[in-house]
């Protein structure tokens, strides 16, 4: 299992931007997955998930009306369209795979990537 985020940067209080997130050694479209974000000195907080067919989509109120969350099964890819972005959104961010029958709940998010980093600032 693989996933490997691109898409962070540099933008300005207000802006824009596009994380993507490419999955490859499962099968990605039967997977739930999600965004999480980790701020520097703060731990994980989860933003966004969605489900196997991209039909149902959650949002953390921190960022609902704000995030889009979408993904390409066909492309094994999964999005996070940032819009309106402030400074508190500056973390890392990272998409994760949702074990559909984890042993615990701490097993539920069974694979991460490394994460992208997104700073906004002025």
């Known amino acids: 299992v693989q996933l490997v985020e691109s898409g962070g940067g540099m933008v300005q209080p207000g802006g824009s931007l596009r994380l993507s997130c490419v999955a490859s050694?499962?099968?990605?479209?039967?997977?739930?997955m999600n965004w999480f974000r980790q701020a520097p000195g703060k731990g994980p907080e989860w933003v966004s998930g969605?489900?196997?067919?991209?039909?149902?989509?959650y949002y953390a109120d921190s960022v609902r009306g704000r995030f889009i969350i979408s993904r390409d099964n066909a492309k094994n890819t999964l999005y996070l369209q940032m819009n309106s972005l402030k400074p508190e959104d500056t973390a890392l961010y990272y998409c994760?795979?949702?074990?559909?029958?984890?042993?615990?709940?701490?097993?539920?998010?069974?694979?991460r990537g490394q994460g992208t980093e997104v700073t906004v600032s002025s």
């Open positions: 994760a795979r949702e074990d559909p029958h984890p042993p615990t709940e701490s097993d539920r998010f069974d694979y």
């Open positions: 050694g499962f099968t990605f479209s039967s997977y739930d």
């Open positions: 969605i489900n196997p067919g991209g039909d149902s989509t």
